[in-house]
């Protein structure tokens, strides 16, 4: 069961993403109670959305400024590019975490305090299992998370890599398959980036009626195919590799 439960904690990520774009609940008191629920699995404070997606990502959507670029270590598309990418990426969150916080000292008290106690939550969480059993600690609750933080961003990467941020339709990479079912439709990428505050079970629907304008080279069937593809059979066939759309736009101005 541990291999489902692995599986389970990636989708504990997706979930976080979409109660930050969306509550869950009407109450803002259950609100609070699942952020912090979702901390505890997802393996960092879920505020943390705020800052380095909602407030950033969003809005700057891989251009230059958003902390979770593609490109900043290479504008190649790889294996080891998607390796490094979440580590890299993660450590370039921190500032505007680290910013929102001490917006939120000098403006929100509460919400300061709040966010702040995410941290406290988790590490009574982590620390609490490590001292009733540290092997199982490690084994059901930190690589658990770690799986989870480490997948959230490889699909944030997948979903950029090589597309034209500048362009309104093909910013973003789309996963129209079977996976979409389990991780809440994560794979129609570019309509979420369109109405970020639409509620996931929406999402077919509405890329149905962008899809015609979405570059064909950004329309995947299938996410585990083109990690296959692009990322192993790709070092050793050019024709499975992917193209800059970026670099394109680039060199043509």
Not at 30 to 36: F, Q, V
Not at 83 to 92: A, D, E, G, T
Not at 226 to 243: E, K, Q
Request: proline letters at 4%.
């Amino acid at each position: 069961m541990w291999f489902p439960y692995l599986f389970l904690s990636v989708a504990v990520t997706v979930i976080a993403h979409n109660h930050n774009h969306l509550p869950i609940w009407r109450n803002n008191t259950l609100n609070i109670l699942t952020d912090y629920w979702l901390t505890l699995f997802y393996g960092f404070p879920a505020f943390a959305w705020i800052p380095t997606h909602n407030l950033n990502h969003h809005v700057l959507n891989n251009k230059p400024g958003d902390y979770t670029i593609t490109y900043r270590v290479s504008e190649q598309n790889t294996w080891w590019t998607v390796l490094i990418y979440p580590s890299v990426s993660s450590w370039f969150q921190q500032k505007p975490i680290r910013d929102y916080l001490m917006k939120l000292q000098n403006t929100d008290k509460r919400k300061f305090v709040l966010s702040l106690l995410q941290y406290v939550a988790l590490a009574i969480w982590i620390v609490g299992g490590l001292l009733i059993d540290w092997q199982k600690a490690i084994l059901y609750i930190i690589i658990p998370q770690q799986v989870g933080l480490f997948a959230v961003l490889v699909f944030n990467y997948v979903q950029h890599v090589h597309a034209d941020e500048e362009s309104r339709y093909n910013h973003s990479r789309n996963f129209t398959g079977f996976l979409n079912y389990l991780l809440f439709n994560n794979g129609y990428h570019t309509i979420h980036h369109e109405k970020a505050g639409v509620h996931w079970s929406k999402t077919p629907e509405l890329h149905k009626q962008i899809e015609s304008n979405i570059d064909s080279s950004l329309k995947e069937r299938s996410f585990w195919w083109y990690i296959l593809r692009v990322y192993v059979l790709g070092v050793f066939f050019s024709r499975f590799r992917t193209d800059s759309m970026r670099l394109k736009r680039l060199a043509s101005q």
